[in-house]
Nanobody
């Protein structure tokens, strides 16, 4: 499955953004979908994940209460709703997919989108 991430942009601290992830070549129905982020010089880090067929969701501690991973079965899209953004949230955000249970481990995800840039000004 190929993934397309979109929705990044420049916002001020405290504002919101919603990222979208859509697949091509398959549906998300069989996959766990995760969001990760990376800043230059750092490793890619886990942000959130949701299994497609139930309500199991995982979040990094740094985004709990501010970010929500949402799925839209009708649109075959997974969203990352990001509220109360902070300058430290600035990064390239990637969506990824895997079969099976949700995990925070980057290497467990077999399919990756191209990334979308989020910039947060203070």
């Amino acid at each position: 499955v190929q993934l397309q991430a979109s929705g990044g942009g420049l916002v001020q601290a405290g504002e919101s953004l919603r990222l979208s992830c859509t697949p091509s070549g398959d549906t998300f129905r069989r996959y766990t979908v995760g969001w990760f982020r990376q800043v230059p010089g750092n490793e890619r880090e886990f942000v959130a994940a949701a299994r497609w067929n139930d309500n199991m969701k995982n979040y990094a501690d740094s985004v709990k209460g501010r970010f929500t991973i949402l799925r839209d079965n009708a649109r075959n899209t997974v969203y990352l709703q990001m509220n109360s953004l902070k300058p430290e949230d600035a990064a390239v955000y990637y969506c990824a997919a895997k079969t099976g249970l949700a995990t925070t481990i980057t290497n467990n995800y077999a399919y990756w989108g191209q990334g979308t840039q989020v910039t947060v000004s203070s």
